[in-house]
């Protein structure tokens, strides 16, 4: 899970360094607690433990309003997980991807799920991907990424209008 969350970032942040010349990137990584932190650190860390998926949307919207203002700045912001959320802070995810949605150019919401490696994943209405699937707009988009083989097309499903992946 954490090797194709990785790839699809650093597709990413190589796609953002070729493309623009003047791009300010901040990683956050979490689990309940959402940190700041380093290029390196980002690519290399290794976490464990429970998740508050809220965290992470709080924390950029925090970062984005006092440094990156959306009167300024065209803000993107690329979040991928396996889903797992403490049911106590689904609510609260949706409201704060919804929130930090509105602020952003783009939002895309990516949850890695492996066919077969995780059974009891909760595709049914109530998981967090479909709740936060339901409130797509046109600047949140939401995919899954199941293989690396899936990557690619839900990199391209983001910045090319492919169908949802």
Not at 5 to 32: D, G, N, P
Not at 144 to 160: L, M, Q, R
Request: hydrophobic fraction near 35%.
């Amino acid at each position: 899970i954490r090797f194709l969350a990785r790839s699809f970032f650093f597709l990413l942040y190589q796609f953002l360094r070729h493309k623009y010349e003047k791009t300010e990137v901040v990683f956050i990584s979490h689990t309940t607690e959402a940190e700041e932190t380093d290029e390196d650190n980002f690519f290399r860390k290794y976490s464990s433990g429970g998740t508050h998926v809220s965290s992470a949307p709080i924390l950029a919207q925090d970062i984005i309003m006092k440094r990156y203002h959306p009167s300024s700045w065209n803000v993107y912001y690329f979040h991928c997980t396996d889903g797992d959320n403490w049911s106590e802070d689904n609510e609260t995810a949706v409201k704060s991807i919804l929130d930090l949605s509105g602020i952003c150019q783009l939002l895309g919401y990516v949850e890695i799920v492996p066919p077969k490696t995780r059974p009891e994943w909760d595709t049914g209405a109530g998981s967090l991907y479909n709740k936060i699937k339901s409130i797509e707009g046109p600047s949140l988009k939401t995919s899954v990424i199941e293989s690396k083989d899936s990557i690619w097309p839900v990199f391209k499903n983001f910045f090319g209008g492919l169908p949802d992946v």
